[in-house]
């Protein structure tokens, strides 16, 4: 297999793995898709359907009654990750899962499915639609062009250095070098609608140590995903963010700094409402602010206070407890995921990190032998969370 081939492959198998996990039932029919342009589970989660126009082999998994979907729901994944258009059907069927489950549990496999279609199918570009009565024939406003531009181009930079993990002088270099190489195009005719092109480009490589490459795509992907959380969640709900389902995605999908550029990206311009996109060759994800009402803007407001006092970045963590969940969703990938349980600053705290697969295998003897585990490294904590994005070392 080529590499490319390779990361379908671990990708594969991980969304495999967590169907299975959640209790899909994988079907065993499996179709063409030039014979099935209907089937539910080619969608993406925004509806747009897969433009797949060659047969290629696919297996369905069954919702779970459980979930309460009404009507007969399915999510197709390809049989063999080599055939053609693979990458497009795992993309789909990971945005289609964000979407039940959210981004903690399969914001990640998203990510690694874009960096995967881009590699296939063309440029990833983050696109922005400006809407407001200031807007004419395509103009916009000097000052909110200004406070747009600063914003996005801060959030890219600090979205590749939360992805690339330590806050070290050499990924600061490399986010940097990212950020100054992606264009800002020109605009479509008849509004103000400004495309980011990404580099297509490796910001960390596979090392020999189990450690996973970051691809460009993926940085976009996760920028956009904050930004449609924020959309969703904030933006466009009024239910409370201090519980643990909200608090589970802010620990995956930001940091303070990362937070404090989308929230100045949607305020900052003063627009009445503001579109979001991200195309990956043929794909498309899509997301809105709706009307920002001062209301809203508030909220959003509310809501970066809230996780300044709540998110902390943490150096040189070293915390040992009792394992209480190990899930290996992809036994080839080196992506293995442990959670323990300890005593933080006085509190009970749930500890969560990726182990490769040396690692894991240590994690799963200790927990059937009943032994606590060490975890020393970098990560990010709420009062009772701390999600470790960058392990040193692991004791047993």
Sequence with gaps: MTPDQLDSQELLNGLRSFLHEAGWVESERKVGLKENKSAEGVLGAAGDRLEIRRASSVTFFIAPQSLGIEGKFSVA????STVKNSAALLHGAANSLVDIYGFGDVGDLLNRAAAT???????????????????????????SLVA????????????????????????????QKFANECLFMQTEEGSFIAKIEVPNIVLKQRDLFGGESLASAEVCSALFSGVQFINMKILGSDEDFDTSEYLADVITLFDIELLKSLTEMLIDPGMDSIEFAVEIGPQRRTSSTGMLSSEKKKRLKDFFDFVCQQLRGENGLD??????????????GNKNYIRVVT??????????ATLTNEQYQRAVDAHKQKRQVRIKGNGLRLKTQVRMNGIVEFYV
């Design 77 to 80: 994944l390809p049989s063999d």
């Design 117 to 143: 279609l881009a590699n296939q199918t063309g440029p990833t570009r983050f696109v922005t639609r400006f809407v407001d009565s200031t807007i004419r024939n395509g103009s916009m406003p000097l000052s």
């Design 148 to 175: 747009y531009s600063s914003s996005i181009q801060a959030g890219l930079y600090k979205s590749a250095k939360f992805k690339l993990g330590d806050d070290s002088k050499e990924n600061n270099l490399i986010a």
């Design 319 to 332: 915390v040992s407890g009792a394992i209480v969940e190990l899930r290996s969703r992809d036994p080839e």
């Design 343 to 352: 005593e933080f600053h006085g509190d009970r705290t749930f500890v969560s």
